[in-house]
């Protein structure tokens, strides 16, 4: 994919070498000692939208898949009934590392948003600060089960268009893509380029701007109430 | 939080790993918990808990423990659980989801300082 290598290890402290070489072979940029809290971001999209290309371009690691097989101990946590009928379900899925501060890192989540992904939502998933929705306008119909099922689960999201052929030419407006994925409107609706390392970063940024924008409602509200 | 015994359903290899145990409704982990070392491997342990101990001398989130080991994150849940269980390792756990305000129309917000923080760092890359 597109993610800038030389990305790979900004942590890290010096050197051409200075990576180190995990238990497996793979590159590994360890955490600082002091780091004491993870935080998630879920993005979200179609097959071959931009996910890992997104992650990629923000993270300080270069972007690492693994995989979650759903248990017996979990099944059932969806309200989706045909899961029963199921034995084993895996999915995988990409992600990447931010180190915000000597305490706090994030990790960023790319995942198709096929079926089965979301049987796994709350097992992997739940507690994200919130999720992006990347939209490739071509194939607008790929959003749209996303953003049900993030509605369903009650987690906040912006949506991100990834204009990865250049902003020319005849792709629809945002107003248009908001209208076509009749998404409301406090929810941000912004263009992106996955592939470019600012770009992303203020598509998490919308994100958290947005979400604190919630918190502030939600807060005042709740003092509102207390008022009364 | 012992970890329940199935499961003709878990491939055999897994299996062979985590002796057949799933993690619990109740397991303690997140994918993002970071996890620290505690003590250094001692010799006749399962491979997987040495490896888990050599790379978690720096806090290391489950998901990438998993990611390392090429194992589902659920296989490394029960490695870990064995190690807190003897003290091998420690656990610094992201938020409670419980503290979390609810938003409009029921919406999970994450709480406000946090927030904060994360818009910080992010404008600071």
Redesign the interface.
Known sequence: MDYNDSDAGTSLSTGSGGLDT???G?L?A????S??????IVVVGGFGVGKTTLVGS?SEIRP??????M????RGVDDDSRVRDK??T?VAFD?G?????S?????LFGSPGQERFWYLWD??F??S??AVVLVDTRRLKDSWYAIDRLEHH???FVVAVNRFDGIDGPEPTLARVREALSIEDGIPVIDCDARV?ESS?QV??SL??Y??R??????SE?AGSGRR | MSPRAIDREMPDRFYTITHGRVPGDDDPFDIVSLIVAERDPAPGMQSEHVKILQMCHAPMAVVEISAELRLPVSVVKVLLLDLLDTGGITTRHPLPRATAASGPAGMHLPDHDVLKQVLLGLQRL
């Open positions: 995990g238990p497996g793979r590994r360890p955490l600082r000692k780091a004491s809290q993870g935080l998630k923000v690492l898949s693994t995989e979650e097989v248990t017996e101990a979990s034995t084993t895996t992600f590392r931010i180190t915000l501060d305490r706090n890192v994030l990790y097992q992997l739940a507690g600060l919130g009650k987690m906040p390392r970063k998490l940024i958290v701007k979400l604190t919630l918190s502030d409602s939600a807060r709740q």
